[in-house]
């Protein structure tokens, strides 16, 4: 049996015998094959590269609908197969174990693909078509900009425009202004009669150098409630006076004014607050009795400069920013309209002497004007 066993296997012994000598040769010829193919790629791979650049894009629709398709017609054909292997009721246990939906949690009507005007803050000039019915005030209205804006940015004399008119829009009232050499802020400002920090404040004007707000000529400026120079002799600005501080009894409202000046800013979705404009140095009191939260001083604290937080109670708490100095630290009781809790300046992001007051309300800024008359 066994030397028949020898003769059965000694042509497969002499088979394996030469197979390592092939495996080398065949190792060396892919390996030969291989470079021969990296070769060619690198040779002709920038040629592939302009056609894909050149190309980019061109197939991005067709390759995304054949793609939804292919999704589409996979899941058509594997829910049978998927159904009967994981069946989640059958139509006897249906009435028993679930019940059928008594009501509608989401309610789709007739208007449902109807585009309507987004109430999100903008930061570029927009185009508006005029439609039938439209007027200069209507479509400052619906911008929530000045007549004023509407006609300056569009170099419009009368107060009529004609269905089909292609009306720029800027995102504020105001002025958009290209920039010109030598031009800073403060220049620009007195040329359009506004307050240079309302163009620093409105938050997509970019600026070379974000601690001099210094400018790039020939860049784009939104410059806000800023007056057009040859409308400005028939153009008349209202100046608000912030009366106070008083130490009287507060109404209902409960709030003083916490320095006497000029209302140089109001509240607007950019700036939830109020500039009140005084020589440097005047005193800030408190708006109302309440306990100091929050003190910061010495640093930039994301433009606030040196800044004070006063609890009031009741989810109430007000805001000083850009003192010169503080004269409280956190936990003190400070009494409205009589406690000074520092003294107007210019630190942090400033154009000039100025307190920016702020009210939170249950933690959101809310406007301090209501609560200040």
């Known amino acids: ?66 793609a939804t398709l292919f999704a589409l017609t996979i899941g058509v054909l594997a829910a049978p197969f998927v159904a009967s292997t994981y069946p989640v009721f059958s139509e006897s246990s249906s009435s028993s174990t679930i019940a059928a939906p008594q009501t ?3 309610i789709v009507g007739e208007n449902v693909f109807e585009t309507k005007l987004s109430q999100k803050p903008r930061d570029k000039v927009i185009t508006y078509t005029v439609q039938k019915g439209d007027t200069i005030s209507t479509i400052a209205k619906k911008y929530g900009v000045s007549e004023e804006t509407v006609k300056w940015e569009n170099d419009l004399t009368s107060n009529y425009v004609n269905v089909g008119d292609r009306l720029d829009i800027l995102p504020v009232t105001g002025i ?11 220049t620009i400002a007195k040329k359009l009669d506004t307050d240079p920090q309302k163009i620093v404040d409105f938050p997509f004007n970019d ?56 209302i140089s800013q109001f509240a607007t979705w950019y700036h939830m607050g109020i500039d ?18 929050q003190v910061s001083t010495g640093s930039y604290d994301g433009g606030y400069g040196n800044n004070v937080y006063i609890d009031h109670g009741g989810g109430v708490v007000t805001h000083y920013a850009h003192l010169a100095n ?12 009589s406690t000074v809790i520092g003294s107007n300046g210019l630190t942090g992001r400033t154009t000039g002497p100025h307190v920016h007051f702020e009210i939170i309300q249950n933690g959101s800024l809310v406007n301090p004007l209501p609560y200040l008359q």
């Open 1 to 66: 049996m066994l030397p028949k066993l020898r003769g059965f296997f000694a042509p497969i012994k002499e088979y394996f015998k030469g197979f390592p000598q092939f495996a080398s040769i065949f190792v060396s010829y892919l390996r030969v094959k291989i470079l021969a193919v990296s070769v060619i790629f690198e040779n002709n791979k920038n040629i592939l590269v302009r056609f894909l650049v050149m190309k980019r894009g061109r197939y991005n629709r067709p390759f995304l609908h054949f």
């Open 104 to 106: 509608q949690s989401i």
């Open 276 to 293: 009140i404009t005084s020589p440097y140095g005047a005193s800030i009191v408190a708006a109302k009795s309440g306990v100091v939260k």
């Open 176 to 186: 958009a202004y290209k920039v010109t050499r030598g031009e800073t802020i403060y």
């Open 326 to 337: 503080v004269s409280v630290s956190a936990g003190q009781t400070v009494v409205g309209g």
């Open 207 to 262: 600026f070379a150098n974000p601690e001099t707000f210094s400018l790039v000529e020939g860049q784009m400026l939104i410059v806000p409630d800023g007056v057009k120079p040859a409308a400005q002799p028939t153009f008349k600005r209202e100046v608000f006076i912030a009366q106070g501080p008083s130490s009287t009894s507060f109404s209902s409202g409960g709030f003083t004014w916490p320095l006497r000046g000029v």
